[in-house]
């Protein structure tokens, strides 16, 4: 049996419950996949324990369930995939193409971000130290659907980035790769806050021969101080028995006209009625949007 033509996924972190911006997110993704026939995939990245909030996992399922989100396919954990990310590791470090780093954050402070390279030909052993990749000095850039050309220089505006952290844990950036190569992922469709993570992912994408997915950024929900409406507002779970007017407000979010007959449909309705007429034009180009201003 072929693959569709179209693997999309949705991928929380269970560093909290689903709030409204993550729900804008799901629905922008699910949407996608169906709009085309296509499949949609649930990934947990549950890369972080230390920052993982008992019960979140088991929350977010939920809520997708009651807000009609079925996936296709089984849950894939990456905390079930350390071996395959421990191998893409080592396979870097011995091509030369990663090195160890033993830099402290008090030592990096003042570079703004950007990595200095003190550890690149330092020798470095691997253990108890950082793994970071050495990046080339060219700029990579993509055309996103929402919001249109992005460009960063890897080498002036990130430097070489970790893979793995000193504490023995994975990177969300080589993760991320990893997973959407092997899972076929052909459209990532995810907030803006992570429009400029993408020059890294396609210049691993790149190294590791991996093809480009489609990418899509829907403008993040911000609340009124200007922050990112986020777990670590400690945001409340989404309510069930708010699913359709929460549907419909997403569906405001990301620009979507809903016919006054359906504001009070049940959410198997919204969601058909939203495969048939997902218009990712109509998504607010735009990076942040401020909750107050949805109806």
Not at 139 to 145: L, Q, T
Not at 215 to 227: A, E, F, N
Not at 256 to 284: G, K
Request: glycine share 8%; net charge neutral; charged share 20%.
């Amino acid at each position: 049996m072929n693959a569709p033509a179209y693997i999309g996924r949705f991928a929380p972190t269970p560093s909290g419950y689903l709030h409204f911006g993550s729900l804008v997110a799901a629905l922008a993704a699910y949407l996608d996949a169906r709009a085309v026939g296509g499949h949609w995939l649930l990934r947990m990245e549950d890369l972080d324990p230390p920052r993982e909030v008992p019960g979140a996992q088991d929350a977010i399922l939920r809520t997708l369930e009651s807000y009609g989100l079925h996936w296709d396919g089984p849950l894939v954990r990456q905390s079930e995939r350390h071996p395959e990310y421990q191998a893409l590791v080592e396979r870097l470090l011995e091509q030369g193409l990663a090195y160890a780093c033993t830099c402290s954050r008090k030592q990096l402070e003042g570079y703004g971000g950007v990595y200095p390279g003190f550890c690149r030909d330092a020798g470095h052993a691997p253990r108890d130290a950082a793994i970071r990749l050495r990046v080339p000095q060219l700029s990579y850039g993509f055309v996103d659907r929402v919001q249109g050309e992005y460009h960063q220089h890897l080498g002036r505006e990130v430097g070489d980035f970790i893979i793995r952290r000193r504490d023995g844990l994975y990177a969300y950036q080589l993760a991320v790769v990893l997973d959407d190569a092997w899972q076929g992922v052909t459209d990532v469709v995810r907030g803006a806050d992570l429009l400029d993570s993408t020059p890294r992912q396609l210049y691993l994408q790149q190294l590791l021969g991996y093809p480009q997915p489609r990418y899509l950024h829907v403008p993040l929900i911000i609340q009124p101080d200007g922050h990112k409406l986020g777990k670590s507002y400690r945001s409340p779970p989404l309510p069930a028995d708010q699913a359709a007017p929460l549907l419909v407000r997403a569906l405001h979010a990301l620009g979507q006209r809903v016919p006054a007959e359906l504001e009070q449909a049940r959410p198997s309705e919204l969601l058909a009625w939203a495969s048939r007429h997902w218009d990712a034009a109509r998504i607010p180009r735009r990076r942040t949007l401020a909750e107050a201003q949805l109806r």
